[in-house]
């Protein structure tokens, strides 16, 4: 059985930073993609970045030149290091990852973590 775990969230003012993380554990063959969506009250889970196995990102254009996602492969992590923080940033932030376990594929989701950009 595999799980993720994320933490790192919490309250900040605009313009400061946070640094998201998640972790992966069970049995774990390989992990393919792994990735960070949001979801704001009232709107859809919305993708921010991912990075693949071979530590290709992508970002989703609002947070271009603020957000950088990162991998450690041997703690089985994805980190979200945010700067720059806007309050329209504010969302629950899920960790998102393809892992094979055992024979399959699957797409695994973590608990979510509140991240809250307010003076």
């Known amino acids: 059985q595999v799980q993720l775990v994320e933490s790192g969230g919490g309250l900040v003012q605009p313009g400061g930073s946070l640094r998201l993380t998640c972790a992966a554990s069970?049995?774990?063959?390989?992990?393919?993609?792994m990735s960070w969506y949001r979801q704001a009250p009232g709107k859809e889970r919305d993708l921010v970045a991912s990075?693949?196995?071979?530590?290709?990102?992508n970002y989703v254009d609002s947070v271009k030149g603020r957000f950088t996602i990162s991998r450690d492969n041997a703690k089985n992590t994805v980190y979200l290091q945010m700067n720059n923080l806007k309050p329209e940033d504010t969302a629950v932030y899920f960790c998102?990852?393809?892992?094979?376990?055992?024979?399959?594929?699957?797409?695994?989701w973590g608990q979510g973590t509140q991240v809250t950009v307010s003076a």
């Open positions: 998102n990852a393809g892992i094979k376990s055992g024979r399959t594929l699957a797409d695994y």
């Open positions: 069970g049995t774990i063959f390989h992990i393919h993609f």
């Open positions: 990075i693949n196995n071979g530590g290709n990102t």
